[in-house]
């Protein structure tokens, strides 16, 4: 691994390099049902803060992207999601 990839940048974070802040920082917003979207807000809450802190460790905002499309829709059965991890994102993260 070429030393200019293990850059630190200047922050309370040492763990997390620029080659981290280069892919993108996705931020899944999960709730299983339509009751949990209705009265579950806090926990909707906090799962979209994740983006906030994403930035407070270094990603820029436009390196963070927000997925909900399936918020109250059951994992059960995954042909009735929008969103599929492991396919959304089939070339990869740049």
């Known amino acids: ?8 940048s200047a922050d309370p974070h040492p763990k ?6 280069k892919k993108l920082a996705v931020i899944y917003v999960r709730q299983s049902s339509l009751y949990q979207v209705e009265n579950h807000l806090e926990s909707q809450k906090r799962q ?6 994403a930035q407070q460790m270094g990603w820029a905002a436009a390196r963070c992207i927000v997925i909900d499309e399936d918020l109250g829709i059951s994992g059960a059965q995954s042909f009735n999601r929008a969103f ?7 070339g990869g993260f740049a």
């Open 16 to 21: 997390i390099l620029d080659l981290h802040r």
């Open 84 to 90: 599929l991890p492991e396919t959304r994102f089939s």
């Open 1 to 8: 691994m070429s030393s200019a990839r293990l850059i630190r």
């Open 48 to 53: 979209y803060q994740l983006t906030d802190r």
